[in-house]
Every structure is written in structure tokens, then in C-alpha cells.
């Protein structure tokens, strides 16, 4: 595609996400008025796609100066990286399919402009903040985690006293996970599947390992496509809550033999293993919606396979030493975003305008935050929630005093 059509693309890609994400534009009118962040410096690393971009332009709009590159090498829409670079004058660092080594570069350079704030997805800003860049360490006053897998990571680093700022756990907002986790998953983890291969859901055993929000949400959405699904889950109390939902539960080692279509989304590496490959039916196709590439055994793909060939855009066929053919999509990368097109906009419109208004917390309203991990505050998620609703043109009834009284009040119980 030569480059105006490129950025044409990623222009329209933008206003359209922008259109449709009506709950972080009411915060922006406010923020652009206010110039809320103004002579701030933020540093992102987020999937750079139409969604990200309306955040990040957001939080420019509103006075920062900000810098965005990728959380992922695959998961890039390189019209909006072009389109923010060329037209928006925000400077994008990502690119699709780039390099270990770039996509480590980017994220330095990032890091670079020594930002006040990090808005991370995944920690692997957070995270070089530690290791490598500790010389730029001083000048981060705090972060915002998008993402499970992040959010695990820097909690162990807080547990062992390596943490040196905040960190506000913008995953854990209810407005984030209970609607950006299970519908956002959901349905983008089968656009993914859908687009890489072009194949039927309906009647196919489709095994979810993960019984999390993200598993929650695929397994719902492949059911209601009329897939036969069965969970895999290590949580005694989650696999009871997949098998009341209707759902097989059963040990990975059982489930994929017979499994037509295997997705992880369990934060976890080594999900599927050799010993799992040689089981599997010929034919079956292997996806990952996790945040890392370490859910699917690569190694161990290659160890048990003979042949290894590209027969379409994100989908790699694996031929096995026992002769059997099994299909990797996205290269066991997130395939919601390296084969989809990410999470919806008006969903991703919650979770960017948690992120928002959590960046606004962190840097004014509580300046002595120690180094630890920190929910986001009932009353973000409450406005989030309030103008989610009233930009979907839902009403809902509302306590009278009488009832608030009675609710309260112990002794009116009978
Ligand atoms: N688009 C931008 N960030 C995303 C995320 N974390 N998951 C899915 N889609 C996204």
C-alpha cells in the first residue's frame, strides 16, 4: 500500500475509534479545557492501534508532552503509528513485526525523554525501568498497568521490595476488567481466530485454558458461536464456575485430544507442552490470548515438529514427527491483536478513560503514594460507569431515601 493511503487509513481508523468512544471524550473535553496534564512528560508503551491512539492523543490534547511506542512486536496497526506521527504530531516509535532488538530500542527510547509518568501495558517499561534504565528511574514519579500479566509481574515486585514508584493497578478496576477482559477478549480473541483462518467455529471442540475474566469471555463467546467448549483450569473454585456455566472441565492432557482449536489466556507459560503436541489431532489450530508468547511452548513445538511452513497471513503449519499437522496462529502471540483488530472501541472506551482519569489521580490528587501497587479509587470507576451508561442511552432506577435508610439501618430488617 504506498504511504497517503497508509496514512488515510490510519487517519480514518482513528476518527472512527474516536467516534465511537464517547466516555473518554467527555473526560477529554474537560482535560483539554483544564490542560490537566500540562508540563507533564508520559512515557507509553500500549498496543498501538486506533484505541491507544485516541488515549494518547487524549492525554497530549490536555497539555503532555508524550511519547508511544508498541507492547508488542506484532500487535501494531502501522496506519495509526503513521497517522500520529504524520498528522498528529505524536511521536510513535512502533512498527508491526519489528525486531527483539527495535522493539527494545523503541521502548529505550521512550524511556529517553525521562517521562514523569509511565503508562505500561505488560510492565516491560516498568521493567527496564528496574533492570536496565535504573538511571532513569529518579525521574518516574509513577505508573499505570493496563494489563493481568503486568500487573502480576510488578506485584511480585513489590512483594520483594524492588518496586521504586507507584503503580496504579488500572486492571483491576471493575470499569476495566469485568468489560475490556471477558467481552473485549471474547470477542476479539474470535476475530482473530476467524480472520487468520477463515474456518467454522460451530461444532468445534474448542478447548480454553484459562478460566479467568479473559477465559470467561472467550469460552462464552465460542459457545455462542456453537463451538463445543471445554476448560482447562488450575483454580479448584474457577473450574467449578466453569463447569456450572455448562462448560467440560478436564486436564489439559485429556482435553486436547480431542480438541479441534486450543486458545491460552492464562497469564502462565508452558500451557501447552510436547507432551501435549504429540496428543493432539491432526488439524488442530493452537492460539494464544495471553499477553506473552510463552503460553504455547515454541521450543517445544519446534523439538516434537519435523517441517515448519507459512500457509497464510498469521497462520503457520506445524508438521509433527508422528506425521500429524497442527496450526499455529499469530506465532502463539496475542491473536485478538496480531491477527485481529484488538478489543472493540466502546469497551476499549472504559478502560482508556480508567487509564485517564487514573493518570490525573496519580499525578495530583496524591503526591506522597509510597512504592506499592494501588487500586483504582470506587469513585473513577463510578463516574466511568455513570457516563458509560448515560452514552449508551440506558436509565436505571435509583434508591429513594426510604430505601437508603432501610438499607443502612439494622434495626428496620424485619
Ligand atoms: N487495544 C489497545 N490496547 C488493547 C489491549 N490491551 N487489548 C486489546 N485491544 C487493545
Redesign the pocket.
Known amino acids: 500500500m504506498r504511504t497517503n493511503e497508509l496514512l488515510d487509513r490510519g487517519i480514518k481508523r482513528i476518527e472512527w475509534a474516536r467516534t465511537h468512544m464517547p466516555v473518554l471524550a467527555e473526560i477529554r473535553k474537560r482535560m483539554v479545557k483544564e490542560q490537566t496534564f500540562e508540563g507533564l512528560k508520559v512515557g507509553m508503551a ?2 498501538t ?1 486506533a ?2 491512539a485516541v488515549l494518547a492523543l487524549t492525554i497530549q490534547e490536555a497539555g503532555a508532552e508524550v511519547l508511544l511506542t508498541g507492547c508488542n512486536p506484532l ?1 501494531t496497526d502501522d496506519s495509526v503509528a503513521l497517522a500520529l506521527n504524520e498528522k498528529y504530531g505524536l511521536e510513535t516509535y512502533a512498527e508491526k513485526g519489528q525486531s527483539q532488538k527495535a522493539y527494545y530500542q523503541s521502548l529505550n527510547r521512550v524511556l529517553d525523554m525521562k517521562p514523569d509518568y509511565v503508562i505500561d ?1 505488560g510492565a516491560d517499561l516498568i521493567f527496564l525501568l528496574h533492570t536496565k534504565r535504573k538511571d532513569i528511574l529518579k525521574s518516574v514519579k509513577g505508573a499505570n498497568e ?2 493481568t500479566t503486568g500487573i502480576m509481574r510488578i506485584r511480585a515486585m513489590a512483594q520483594d521490595g524492588t518496586l521504586k514508584f507507584p503503580v496504579m493497578s488500572v486492571n483491576d478496576a471493575y470499569m476495566k476488567y469485568m468489560f ?1 477482559n471477558r467481552y ?2 471474547g470477542q ?1 480473541t474470535m476475530d482473530g481466530i476467524m480472520t487468520a483462518t477463515n474456518l467454522v467455529i460451530a461444532g468445534k471442540c474448542f478447548v480454553v485454558a484459562g478460566y479467568g475474566w479473559c477465559g470467561r469471555g472467550i469460552a462464552m463467546r465460542a459457545k455462542g458461536l456453537g463451538a463445543d467448549v471445554t476448560v482447562c483450569e488450575i483454580d479448584p473454585i474457577r473450574a467449578i464456575e466453569a463447569r456450572l456455566d455448562g462448560f467440560a472441565v478436564k486436564p489439559m492432557a485429556e482435553a486436547v485430544r480431542e480438541a479441534d482449536m486450543v486458545v491460552t489466556a492464562t497469564g502462565c507459560k508452558d500451557v501447552l507442552t510436547a507432551r501435549d503436541f504429540r496428543q493432539m489431532k491432526s488439524g488442530c489450530l493452537l492460539a494464544n490470548s495471553g499477553h506473552f508468547d510463552n503460553e504455547i511452548s515454541k521450543a517445544a513445538l519446534k523439538q516434537v515438529s519435523r517441517k515448519r511452513r507459512k500457509v497464510r497471513d498469521s497462520v503457520d503449519e506445524y508438521t509433527l514427527k508422528n506425521g500429524r499437522k497442527v496450526y499455529l496462529l499469530a506465532d502463539g502471540r ?1 491473536v ?2 496480531a491477527a485481529g483488530q ?2 472493540p472501541a466502546e469497551i ?1 472506551d472504559m ?1 482508556f478513560a480508567i487509564q485517564a482519569m487514573s493518570l490525573e489521580y496519580m499525578a495530583f490528587s496524591v503526591r506522597s503514594l509510597e512504592p506499592n501497587v494501588y487500586d483504582v479509587p470506587d469513585h473513577i470507576d463510578k463516574q466511568v460507569a455513570d457516563l458509560k451508561l448515560q452514552t449508551m442511552g440506558v436509565k436505571i432506577d435509583r434508591l429513594t431515601k426510604s430505601q437508603k435508610k432501610y438499607l443502612r439501618d439494622w434495626k428496620e430488617g424485619t
Do not use: Q, R, V
Open positions: 500500549l498496543h492501534e484505541k491507544t500487535s501495558d493496563e494489563t475490556d473485549g477478549t476479539s496475542l485478538n491483536l484488538g478489543h476499549m478502560s
